[in-house]
């Protein structure tokens, strides 16, 4: 019978996880976090596997149960370091014995990650709320500059197309003035004509 039970038991197989069910799957975490670690994994006929687990900080022993929680059972050791259950006076604890996998510790713990983890994401939405308000601002003041250099250039433009009427106001002004001088000079010989003629004439004697 003993060789029977200790061919039933098995060390802790590669795919744990997967011979547990979804309770006991999430309780692992919470267990290592308290100290308990999983030692073997005892396979009853005819029943489902049971994880047995022992706290390395006071030396409990018990077995992770179907609920996800521990169940407090007197375990000894055999002398090829595995863990047999007492057979006299091996009884389950009571269900005030019984520990759920996360203590108030633990909860306490998790609660502290998860104000952490949304103060993190309230800090990243912030963030990101900075950026696009930041990009906003860029992208307007980039306008504004594209704008400002539009008009720049428009001014520039004009002021070039001003010097060039400018300069062709000044050719024409000073081509008016030379032309005005010379209708000057033609009306002043031919004023000066007539009186220097008749200077020149001889005057008759009485």
């Given amino acids: 019978m003993d060789r029977e039970k200790r061919k039933s038991d098995s060390s802790i197989p590669a795919n744990l996880e997967e011979m547990l069910n979804e309770a006991q799957q999430q309780a692992l975490p919470g ?23 022992q706290n390395s900080s006071d030396g409990r022993t018990g077995i992770l149960d179907v609920d996800g929680k521990i169940r407090i ?15 006299s006076g091996s009884t389950a604890a009571t269900e005030s014995d019984q520990v759920p996998a996360g203590s108030a510790a633990h909860d306490k ?9 949304e103060k993190l994401l309230a800090k990243i939405k912030e963030s990101q709320l900075a950026e696009a308000r930041l990009t906003e601002q ?30 062709l106001l000044r050719d024409q002004y000073t081509a008016l003035q030379e032309q005005y001088a010379d209708v000057v000079e033609a009306h002043k010989l031919e004023i000066e004509q007539p009186y220097k003629q008749s200077s020149a004439k001889p005057t008759s004697r009485c």
């Fill in 109 to 117: 713990e998790l609660a502290s990650l998860r104000a952490d983890n």
């Fill in 73 to 87: 059972q007197n375990i000894k050791m055999r002398a090829d370091g595995q863990l047999k259950a007492c057979e």
């Fill in 138 to 167: 860029i992208e307007q003041q980039r306008g504004e500059l594209c704008e400002s250099a539009e008009k720049l250039n428009s001014l520039y433009a004009q002021v070039q197309s001003d010097t060039v009427e400018m300069q």
């Fill in 31 to 53: 267990i290592k976090y308290l100290a308990w670690e999983p030692r073997f994994l005892r396979k009853p006929m005819f029943q489902a596997p049971e994880l047995v687990l």
